[in-house]
């Protein structure tokens, strides 16, 4: 994908998938689905419980990545990777609240609010700022040997 697709891309409605080291021995890496948001240009924003593994794991190993995907073919995906810039404690209720609406309709996210009011003291963020992209759509390919009654 070009610059302006992927960062479209991954401004899109998706849900991430963040992958962290873990550091504290020989396990694999972290990997958990999770709500972001990224505009094109800015940095990569993750809200998460202050005291779960994940944010056990991200303080210390100071970067993360994140993949997003469309499941639907042409399949296309876009993987980000770089530095936590910054991680913001406790948690801004416009931040939770922007996550919360980007991801479900008005009214339930008014409920999903009201419902999760706590964690405005549990929660904290965490931004990345996307330092390596891996991309790839694969509309191209799969033109090779689409039929016309596969084709829309």
């Given at each position: 994908?070009?610059?302006d697709?992927?960062?479209r891309f991954l401004a899109d409605l998706h849900v991430g998938v963040l992958g962290v080291t873990d550091t504290r021995g020989t396990r694999a890496p972290l990997v958990v689905p999770v709500w972001y948001r990224y505009e094109p240009g800015g940095e990569v924003v993750v809200q998460t419980g202050r005291d779960t593994i994940k944010a056990q794991l991200l303080r210390p190993a100071g970067r993360f990545s994140l993949c997003v995907q469309d499941e639907?073919?042409?399949y296309r995906y876009v993987s980000v990777e770089g530095p936590i810039t910054e991680i913001i404690d406790p948690l801004d209720p416009a931040e939770h609240a922007a996550l919360a609406h980007r991801y479900l309709p008005a009214e339930q996210a008014r409920a999903y609010l009201k419902a999760t009011a706590h964690q405005l003291a549990e929660d904290i963020v965490f931004k990345m700022r996307p330092q390596r992209w891996r991309t790839a759509n694969f509309a191209a390919f799969a033109a090779g040997f689409a039929t016309p009654d596969s084709v829309g």
């Open positions: 994908m070009q610059a697709e992927r960062e639907n073919p042409p």
